[in-house]
């Protein structure tokens, strides 16, 4: 296996005619909601969406965008708005429907992105993809394979501060 330690990786989605970056939900700032993952490591994806919103706050819209649990999303809020979706596919039910759409993989606790396999408890990612319930909506995962990796990745991308 190809672990790398302490990787974050930005994936964004293409397909003719249509692609998403990580922060296509810029421009629409006001249809996008936080939606952190219940299933697993609640407390640090509830934390993460805190902190997310709070830093696309300072970074450029000064709006706090609506944070909800992933238990709480209506089909109505997923088919009208941009989705930021904190966690995994075990720890956020959304991700979780979504998985056979990503244009990543997850493992049992790893990711693979572009021919590479990363498991390090670190490694996290963010990537974007067309909301497949409604085409003119992103959806943005931002995932780490721990905890502190979900924590450590949302600051510096809601700060626009990742590195290349």
Known sequence: MNEQREVFIKVAYWKPGKSFTIFSFDAEIENTIIVFGTKDEELANREAANVLQQ???RRKHNIALPIKADTELSENDIKSNHLILIGRPDSNLLINK???NLPISFGPRSFQARDKIYAHPESG?????????NARFSIVVVSGLSALAT????????????PN
Not at 125 to 133: L, R
Not at 152 to 159: D, K, L, M, S, V
Request: charged share 20%; no cysteine.
């Open 55 to 57: 830093a696309l706050k």
């Open 98 to 100: 979504l998985k056979n």
């Open 125 to 133: 990612i963010i990537f974007s993809f067309e909301n497949p319930d």
């Open 151 to 162: 924590l450590n990745i949302t600051q510096p991308f809601g700060e626009g501060t990742l």
